[in-house]
């Protein structure tokens, strides 16, 4: 009889559990949990071997699998357990641990995996753009300038040209590059459950990932698919349509973002093209952008208030769900309240809130791989691998 010997990983048992899935123990191995789930494949069930691999600190077995990406965390498996072991959750911690450590450097995901390393976290672009706001407060002669004609412009401190526009280019493409080499790093590190034989002509692997950002991103259908799942006798909350607003306000606000910047550069050699901040309350790009907004705080109180209801005895929400949640609401509250303060002529709580959403939303792009939007590139990219081996 063949003969493998176990390494268990006590440290990474230990650390699952403090990161939501804590009750990982209490598995018994009865499989309902792979039966219940909609998403799981027929012939490569998920989530009971995870529950298994994470019982017995089989970080290896764990890190090399795709399917523990490939779920959606609609807690149907955690509804039916008998036992209480809540497997929903123990893939979600096991995915936090591991995005946690996959991109360089990791002391950030470290400070990203509990609410102990905000402070930090923080006060990094908080001095950052307290430096800048300093040096240019010191240029104009003004902590809270107005202009010559008595207006609030917040390009008067926070200078587009030499501050915003390249302190945000480099976080962005650098959280990019970052984000890249994670995906790269866990594409090579997933293993096939046993041999596997593809057979025939393949279709390319961009092919895959249009068809992965079709039913993921465009349409989210398979959140349908985890609502379509057997009754639980649990009361579902539908998390399609928050997602939705969030995905398509990010889409607007990405659109307006670049042609307000398109704008303001080609302008320089092309005037007729140039956008001048602010931009009046009826201008299209800035009637776009205040949709995008609303539809943002719309598609936040959706998921917010689901998470809030969702039945805590089975689901558990882990610290990296509620500060993704966090930083999106502070970003967009943040950037409604500097208009409104703005318009409402209160210079210096529009100077500070403004200051406010800068730190917001650079700490939403530098953090982005250890973050659920990280999560989302990943589950992408184990996807596309899935796909190449023929399944769906
Ligand atoms: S997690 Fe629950 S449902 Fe899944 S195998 Fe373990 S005891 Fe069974
Ligand atoms: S949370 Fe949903 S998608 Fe994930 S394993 Fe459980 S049933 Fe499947």
Sequence with gaps: MAQCAIKPDVEF?????????????????????????????????????????????????????????????CGNCSDLCPRGAKPADMMSAARNVIYRDLVEPTCVGKLMSSPSGLPVLFAVP?????????????????WFPRTADGRIVFGQIFYGDYTIDPIFMLTFFG??????????????S?????????????????????????????????????????????TRYNRQFGHLL???????????????????????????????????????????????????????????????LQDKENHGSSWHDWYFLGIIWAVALTGVLSQCFRLADCVTLAFMVYYLHLVFVWMLFAYLPWTKLGHFVYRTVALVYVRMYGRS
């Excluded at 019982?55 to 399917?67: F, Q, R």
């Excluded at 959280?175 to 090579?188: E, M, N, S």
């Design 246 to 308: 969030l995905v398509y306000s990010f889409c607007i606000l990405a659109f307006v973002t670049a042609v307000v910047a398109g704008g303001h550069w080609i302008g320089k050699v092309w005037p007729v093209v140039s956008i001048e901040t602010p931009m009046p309350l009826t201008f299209p790009v800035k009637l776009l952008a205040n949709l995008g907004a609303l539809m943002l705080l719309a598609g936040l109180a959706v998921l917010t208030v689901r998470r809030f």
């Design 13 to 73: 048992v230990r650390e699952l559990q403090e990161t939501g899935g804590e009750s990982l123990k209490k598995c018994y191995q009865c499989a309902t949990c792979s039966v219940a789930c909609p998403l799981s494949p027929e012939n490569a069930p998920y989530p009971r071997k995870e529950m298994v691999w994470a019982s017995w600190g089989l970080k290896d077995k764990l890190m090399g699998d795709a399917d523990l990406w490939l779920c959606h965390n």
């Design 126 to 142: 908080a001095l950052l753009w307290l430096v800048v706001w300093a040096i240019r407060a010191s240029i104009v002669g003004a």
């Design 190 to 234: 997933f293993k096939p459950e046993g041999k596997l034989a593809v057979i025939g002509k393949q279709k390319c692997w961009l092919w895959h990932l249009w068809d992965v950002l079709w039913d993921e991103v465009i349409t989210h259908k398979k959140f349908s698919d985890c609502e379509a799942g057997p009754d639980t006798g649990k």
């Design 175 to 188: 959280a990019l590059f970052l984000i890249g080499r994670g995906a790269v790093k866990l594409w090579k």
